[in-house]
């Protein structure tokens, strides 16, 4: 597996990936992740030459959210995800960052896949988004 730097001709291989994460209030869509290319750094993992993964962070106050994480069907249970979230970790190291965090909508189910990664569950805030519970990690980084 490879992970690069996402670029404008990766678009809309970007978002097939994350329809996985839509909601019918809510899609990440090409626009959106033309506008994201500007202001976050988004990662494709890549696996035999096909984009199978990404991720979306974004960088302040020397912290690092996950904005958007999403590996395609086919691909999930091969740790690609793990790895992704392992990549970003280092370069918030990298950038000195205090903080990983992200939150989740608790639909998608990935309260143990942060655990297993070593983020906390931080909050819990019932039916906020459009009536939908939502969960909020993170790991201190130092």
Known sequence: MQIIRARKKHIK????????LDTPEYKLRENDIRNKL???????????GECVAAIILDFFEEACEIFAIAVRTAHQGQGIGESLVMFAE???????CYKMWCWSLDRYNV????????????????????????????????
Do not use: C, M, N, S
């Open 111 to 142: 309260k143990d896949f942060y655990i297993k990664l070593g983020f906390e569950q931080e909050g819990f805030v019932k039916r906020i988004f459009f009536g939908r519970d939502f969960y909020i990690f993170g790991k201190p980084l130092r």
């Open 90 to 96: 280092k370069i918030a190291k990298k950038r000195k």
């Open 38 to 48: 500007e202001t976050h750094k988004i990662y494709i993992a890549k696996t035999g």
């Open 13 to 20: 291989e970007l978002a097939d990936i994350f329809k996985a």
